[in-house]
């Protein structure tokens, strides 16, 4: 096919979000066969000039590395997005402040609202792209006549839950073209097409941490701040160096035994007004740990809100699955959610995310 032909066959203009892993680059040879005129871009995030020595490890230069090869190998155009001052403003920032504030952040969330479907689309439309893509495990698809985004046909592989708070405009020129696949499927493709990084291992937790413990990396921006470990019947335990290093539910990295044949303690409070982290038994009955009834704010849909007599589902945590639950919609983008068996250790901060079936509906974050 002549250059010409190929141009004018084009089903549009597509910069992938490439990542240097084996699931952008299938979504980009995929395009590529489908007959998008594809460009890649990796985007820049770490911050390892300023993390010193706890990121050290970081492994951006072998992402960029591999996502450059893949698209030697493809015949697409590459280029390295600088977005480091934005993530430290937009993900970095919300995810410190928010540990200092006593909360769970999560930046994963954040990321792919603030930085892939927000400044890494913006940069992509003022290029004058018609379409951005990523190797999430999502489908997309339509609800009252608007793009939505439906759970991964891979259930083991299913990222929807990460998507909970994006918005209507930031996925309607969004592809996700391995999401009706089963990530087997994705690897076969890699290599049948040889993509260099076909063997490529998964990638793991927060996108910019890689091996680093959140812990580690909070040291260099909040500092200690001991208090008393305490046992809810008020018995002190033990010191801890800071309320932000903990979670509820958190049972490792305690300190504190608890003496007691086949029990451990589990974190079920923090309070802040005498700094005292409360531990209890890991039991059911553990003061705080089990609930059915939540709060939930700043919710976000991603076309319209349910409505009344809709049979929601929402999934508590990423890799739960998806629970009926009681939904009463207040005012100023809160709700009030009843699970029918009570959840254990979903804290402040944390995201639950709603479905009607596999559409996903939207989210928001646990009082
Ligand atoms: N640094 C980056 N630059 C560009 N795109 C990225 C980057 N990190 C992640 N992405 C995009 O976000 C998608 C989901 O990211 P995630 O970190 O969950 O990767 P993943 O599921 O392991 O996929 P991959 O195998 O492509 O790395 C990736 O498939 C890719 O499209």
């Known amino acids: 096919m002549t250059k010409a ?18 699931d952008s680059a299938v979504a980009a040879l995929l395009l590529k066969e489908q007959g998008y005129d594809v460009s890649a871009a990796y985007m820049r995030t770490w911050m390892n000039e300023e993390g010193g020595a706890v990121l050290e490890d970081c492994p951006w230069e072998e992402d960029i590395r591999n996502a450059k090869a ?31 504030r006593g909360i769970t952040p999560n930046p994963d969330i954040m990321c792919n609202r603030e930085m892939k479907f927000g400044v890494f689309r913006d ?19 339509e609800r009252n006549g608007r793009a939505c985004i439906r759970e991964g046909l891979d259930g083991n592989k299913d990222q929807s839950y990460f998507l909970a708070m994006v918005r209507q405009e930031q996925i309607a020129d969004a592809l996700f073209p391995i999401g009706e696949m089963e990530k087997p499927k994705v690897r076969e493709l890699a290599h049948k097409f040889e993509l260099p990084n076909a063997s490529r291992k998964d990638s793991q937790g927060i996108c910019f941490l890689g091996k680093v413990k959140i812990g580690e990396f909070l040291e260099n921006y909040i500092e200690d701040s001991p208090g008393p470990i305490m046992r809810s019947d008020g018995k002190v335990l033990g010191e801890h160096r800071g309320l932000h290093r903990y979670t509820i539910g958190q049972r490792k990295g305690l300190g504190v035994p608890s003496n007691t044949d086949f029990k451990n303690y589990v974190v079920v409070a923090k309070n802040y007004e005498n700094q005292s982290l409360i531990v209890a038994f890991d039991e059911p009955n553990a003061p705080g740990l089990y609930e059915c009834n939540f709060e939930v704010h700043s919710l976000s849909w991603i076309s ?27 005012e100023n983008e809160t709700a009030r959610i009843r699970f029918s068996e009570p959840q254990r250790a979903l804290t402040s901060g944390q995201v639950v995310a709603f479905y009607l079936g596999d559409v996903l509906l939207g989210g928001g974050y646990y009082l």
């Open 5 to 22: 032909n190929s141009q004018t066959k084009s089903k549009g203009r597509v910069l992938v979000a490439l990542s240097g892993g084996v």
């Open 70 to 100: 893949v698209c030697l190998k493809l015949g697409i155009p590459f280029e390295v997005v600088n977005l480091i001052d934005d993530y430290r403003e937009k993900v970095v920032h919300y995810l410190v402040e928010g540990y200092r």
């Open 123 to 141: 940069f992509a439309k003022s290029n004058g792209f018609d379409f951005i893509a990523t190797g999430h495990y999502v489908r997309k698809g």
């Open 304 to 330: 319209d809100a349910p409505i009344d007599g809709e049979r929601i589902l929402a999934r508590p945590r990423y890799r739960d699955p998806s629970l009926d639950v009681i939904f009463e919609l207040n």
